[in-house]
């Protein structure tokens, strides 16, 4: 007959995320799919139903902790292609409010994508998990700790040739071990090596 949400300020976005109505007959099916919806609003580490005897039925109560307030976000090694504080201000709008998931996810995904614009296609951003709450998004102190892969290469192998010597080919190849992989980079030695008509393909 009636929905309580306990354990946080944005009890209207929860409402709102739930197909639950006051009046809705519900089963355990149904309680659960909306604890799932609810979690996936980012909010909260901790989503949980009980459920209370009133005149006329039930009060559904949801029960929510919250992620902290995310205070800080740290970028934990050396980069290459962006400063820090380049990166770091896209968090900046989150700062000061309660650690949203979705939120983080989406800058996330913005960084990679920025370096993907600049052919740094392996890089990977990482929220690191080690001493984090949940799934890997704030500590308890509400700092963001974040490590970012740019995508060293580790070796070039050459593989498929049989007349021609590595050396014919790598000599064609301006990228290098140690160095990060940049496909624009990459395509244009690729170019080279083709342009020496010594392969098909």
Request: proline share 1%.
């Amino acid at each position: 007959v009636s929905i309580e949400v306990e354990g946080t300020s944005h009890k209207n976005s929860v409402i709102l995320s739930m197909f639950i109505k006051p009046g809705d007959e519900v089963g355990e099916t149904e309680i659960v799919q909306d604890l799932r919806r609810i979690y996936s609003l980012g909010y909260f580490l901790d989503v949980s139903a009980s459920r209370k005897s009133v005149e006329g039925g039930y009060q559904l109560i949801i029960h929510v902790q919250e992620n902290p307030i995310l205070q800080e976000v740290k970028i934990i090694n050396e980069l290459h292609v962006f400063k820090k504080e380049e990166l770091i201000e896209l968090f900046k709008s989150q700062l000061g409010k309660t650690g949203n998931l979705m939120d983080i996810r989406q800058t996330k995904e913005k960084i990679e994508e920025m370096y993907k614009a600049k052919g740094y296609a392996f890089a990977n951003v990482k929220i690191v998990q080690e001493s984090l709450v949940q799934e890997g998004a704030i500590s308890v102190v509400g700092i963001l700790e974040v490590q970012i892969n740019e995508g060293i290469i580790e070796d070039i192998r050459i593989k498929g040739n049989v007349e021609t010597k590595p050396y014919v080919i790598l000599r064609e190849i301006t990228l290098k071990k140690g160095e990060l992989f940049n496909s624009i980079t990459m395509e244009q030695d690729l170019a080279r090596v083709f342009n020496t008509n010594f392969f098909e393909t």
